[in-house]
């Protein structure tokens, strides 16, 4: 699993890598109306990530948002 970058409070998490959902749960109820964001992940990330999964005989299944409401997808071609 690759996290999809969240934006928070001036803070970019990874999901699940560097906070879990309980803990992103609990921001959101301290900080009343502060709404969090995402970002594409990039294609070196992507890159980065496959080789290092390549190398290690696994094979990748790559199940993504569709096209039209994300560019993960164009990130992961």
Known sequence: ???T???FLGRVYGDREDVSPREFYKL?????????TTSR??????????RNYLEQD???LSINFSSELSGIFESAV
Do not use: S
């Not at 959101?28 to 969090?36: K, M, R, S, V």
């Open 1 to 3: 699993m690759i996290p």
């Open 5 to 7: 970058p969240v934006h």
């Open 28 to 36: 959101l109820d301290e900080n009343g109306e502060a709404l969090p």
């Open 41 to 50: 992940i990039t294609p070196g990330e992507f890159n980065t990530r496959f």
């Open 58 to 60: 696994y094979d990748i």
